[in-house]
C-alpha cells in the first residue's frame, strides 16, 4: 500500500522568511496530493492540492511542486505570517479512484514574529 | 451550511468497555471516511464508506473496530473491548463523491481516552 514520508517534523521561521515541507510517497498509482493545515484543537483544512498532471500550483503565498519521477513533493509558504503556525500534512490518493487518503505524520510550523 | 458534525467531542472509559462515536456528514455528502489521530501523527485511515456500504475498510486495527452507516448518512464507529492504546482523536470526513480528490470536509473529531 502507499506509504507518506513527510519532513521536517518541525520548522522554526522568522515572520517574512519561507518555509518549505516535503513529502515522498511509494504508490506511482498515486495522482493526487492535497496539503492540509491543522491549528492546535482544530480539524483539518485543506488549503492546496495538486493533481500528477501538472508540476506547480500556486495560491497566493502558498505553492505546491511536485516530481513524479523522483515522487516527492513540496509546500512552499513565502513571506509567513504568524497566523501560519499549525501543524501541516500532506496527503497522497488516486485521483478518479473511489478510495482513502494516506497521510504523512505532520510538520509543526512555527512563525516567530 | 452546515459542516460534518461528530458527537460526543470528548468520551473517556474504562479498559474494556463499549463506546460509540457518531458523525452526520455534510448533507448530500456520498462519501464518508473515519480516521484516526494520534499525538503527534498524521490522520491514520480507518474506514471508508460509499452510500450504505464500506468500500474500504482494510484500516481498522481489528476486529473490536466496527463501524455502519445503515441509511446512507449518519455513521456510527463502534468500539469493544477498549484498550488503552485505543485513546486518540477519531476523526470523521465526508466528501461530494468519494473520488480520492474530491477534498474532505473534516468534522472536529472525538477525543477518545480509555483509562
Known amino acids: 500500500g502507499e506509504n507518506v514520508e513527510q519532513h521536517p517534523s518541525t520548522l522554526s521561521v522568522q515572520e517574512g522568511d519561507s518555509a518549505v515541507i516535503k513529502c515522498t510517497y511509494s504508490?506511482?498509482?498515486?495522482?493526487?496530493f492535497p496539503w492540509y493545515k491543522q491549528e492546535l484543537g482544530k480539524r483539518p483544512q485543506l488549503i492546496i492540492d495538486?493533481?500528477?498532471?501538472?508540476g506547480e500550483k500556486k495560491d497566493q503565498r502558498i505553492a505546491v511542486t511536485l516530481n513524479k519521477t523522483a515522487k516527492h513533493f513540496s509546500l512552499h509558504i513565502t513571506e509567513t505570517q504568524p497566523e501560519d503556525s499549525a501543524v501541516y500534512f500532506c496527503?497522497?490518493?488516486?485521483?478518479?479512484?473511489?478510495?482513502?487518503?494516506?497521510f504523512g505524520k505532520g510538520t509543526k510550523l512555527s512563525v516567530k514574529p | 451550511g452546515a459542516g460534518v458534525s461528530q458527537t460526543p467531542s470528548n468520551k473517556v472509559t474504562e479498559k474494556g468497555k463499549y463506546v460509540e462515536l457518531r458523525c452526520d456528514p455534510i448533507?448530500?455528502?456520498?462519501?464518508l471516511y473515519w480516521y484516526r489521530q494520534s499525538l503527534g501523527q498524521g490522520p491514520e485511515f480507518l474506514i471508508y464508506?460509499?452510500?450504505?456500504?464500506?468500500?474500504?475498510d482494510s484500516g481498522l486495527p481489528n476486529d473490536r473496530f466496527f463501524a455502519v452507516r445503515p441509511e446512507g448518512s449518519v455513521s456510527t464507529l463502534k468500539i469493544q473491548r477498549t484498550e488503552r492504546g485505543d485513546s486518540a482523536v477519531y476523526l470523521c470526513?465526508?466528501?461530494?463523491?468519494?473520488?480520492?480528490?474530491?477534498?474532505?470536509?473534516f468534522g472536529n473529531g472525538t477525543r477518545l481516552t480509555v483509562t
Open positions: 470526513a465526508s466528501s461530494p463523491t468519494g473520488a480520492a480528490n474530491s477534498p474532505l470536509h
Open positions: 504508490d506511482s498509482a498515486s495522482n493526487y
Open positions: 495538486i493533481r500528477s498532471n501538472v
Open positions: 496527503a497522497a490518493g488516486r485521483f478518479g479512484s473511489q478510495g482513502n487518503l494516506i
Open positions: 448533507s448530500g455528502h456520498t462519501a
Open positions: 464508506f460509499q452510500g450504505t456500504g464500506a468500500a474500504d
